[in-house]
């Protein structure tokens, strides 16, 4: 699929997402995943970032489209503004390791190669969100999604184990999601 034709899928995916079809967004998560995932390890090698990093970046882009959807401008192309949530994720994992590198859109844009634009973003009261989950699963979505911690940092935070964040944050995310989709469908 052409960077062209990729982001056009993945527009329309996202603009059914967005009228409540749940088979759509599946399948743009999981084509967003494919995608990121290639980028994430390229971007990591190029920067010094351990692979053990990029799987990470990787979730919380997936995070924040889940969480920032409603804020694409759907007469913009899609394809800025998931390259603009990459390039901030591998920045906040470039910053967490003490490096301080300043990274070009230009990095992540060739990927796409489409124009960039600055969409228009909106709030959204994700407090409100988090809120309705329980105590521990809401510390985690935090300390990953709105602190920026990895997996390995929220799981001595909390005296866990990785793989024990890894499920909790991946079935917040899904309760999040849920929840999300019944309130606006």
Partial sequence: MQPDSRE??????MQASLRGDAIAYRELLESLAKFLRMVSKRLCNK??????????IVQEVLLVVHLKRHTWDQSRPIGPWITAITRNKLIDALRQRGRYVKLSIDDVLDVLQVEVTDPVVETYNIERMLGSLREMPQKIVKSI???????QETARRFGMTEVAVRVAFHRALKLLAARYNEENT
């Fill in 8 to 13: 056009g899928h993945w527009a329309a995916l």
């Fill in 47 to 56: 920067y010094g970032v351990g692979q053990s990093e990029s799987e990470d």
């Fill in 145 to 151: 999604a709105m602190e920026g911690l990895s997996i």
